[in-house]
């Protein structure tokens, strides 16, 4: 008898925590002084050997996320339709009650197709009601997902346990990948905004005359700035460096016609400034 009622006690006791204490470590911005970026993420069904979540340099500064870091996860032709990454229990995002509160969450994502973005909430018993899922609309920029979690609410697993677990499926594609998908993701339970890297503010930055076309290109593309163009570096999509050019000219003219098609990433160094423009190349 003295052995169940210290059972019951110790039971009464975890499902009364996991009623009251809360914490979160958000928003998930992958920078160096804030969430992420150290976390203990695990790529699951993506291949017996899959690539790891990186976190590396936001490849377009621009649009809605001018933020210095995001992650990168690449979804695997091979790998299975719900591929993904987790954080790790009981550490990373902390432990909270699903409430009004927190039942929104916003993830900014960049990806080159269209297909399902998902998120999971995981309690620590590793249970959990389904993910929610919602397709991205645009591609090769960065776009707003908004999930709305209010309806698991006091709902099956989540009105006994806390959430202590993200997980993130970047490129849920059901009906099958043609090709591996390179996928970014940044600012999870985020407020829709992100801070500019460079310290400059967007305003300032988009006063500064710099102009890329035509835009696609096919043969060559021109760039023509106020300020005399220091150095033009240009990214492909997997975020490496396939040219690079010293200057001191206001207007330049680069030949791409060796290029594969494709989208691309043009940083151009004026006064110290770091601009970049996306670049498709037909």
């Not at 993904?84 to 550490?91: I, N, Q, V």
Request: net charge negative.
């Amino acid at each position: 008898m003295k052995t169940l009622l210290r059972t019951t006690f110790l039971v009464s006791t975890l499902v009364f925590l996991a009623g009251t204490a809360s914490g979160q470590n958000i928003p998930i911005d992958f920078e160096a002084t804030g969430n992420g970026a150290t976390w203990t993420w695990t790529v699951f069904e993506n291949t017996a050997t899959p690539p790891p979540l990186e976190i590396i340099d936001n490849p377009d500064k621009s649009g809605i996320n001018t933020s210095c870091t995001v992650a990168k996860f690449t979804a695997l032709q091979a790998g299975n339709p719900w591929a993904g990454c987790e954080s790790l229990h009981g550490a990373d995002l902390g432990a909270y009650t699903l409430d009004a509160t927190n039942s929104t969450i916003s993830i900014m994502v960049w990806k080159s197709v269209i297909s399902d973005v998902g998120i999971k909430l995981v309690t620590p018993s590793t249970a959990a009601l389904p993910e929610l899922k919602i397709p991205n609309t645009l591609i090769n920029q960065w776009e707003l997902i908004t999930f709305d979690f209010s309806v698991y609410i006091g709902q099956g697993v989540y009105a006994v346990e806390m959430v202590d677990q993200i997980v993130i499926f970047p490129d849920f594609d059901l009906g099958g990948r043609t090709q591996d998908n390179i996928c970014y993701f940044d600012q999870v339970y985020g407020d829709g905004t992100a801070t500019s890297c460079s310290g400059v503010s967007i305003s300032e930055t988009e006063k500064m005359s710099f102009n890329l076309f035509p835009n696609p290109a096919t043969q060559s593309f021109t760039i023509e700035s106020e300020s005399s163009i220091e150095e033009l570096t240009i990214y492909n999509l997997m975020g490496a460096v396939v040219s690079k050019i010293q200057t001191s000219e206001n207007l330049v003219i680069i030949d791409i016609a060796e290029f594969e098609g494709g989208v691309y990433f043009v940083e151009a160094n004026i006064n110290g400034q770091l601009i970049r423009r996306k670049l498709i190349k037909d």
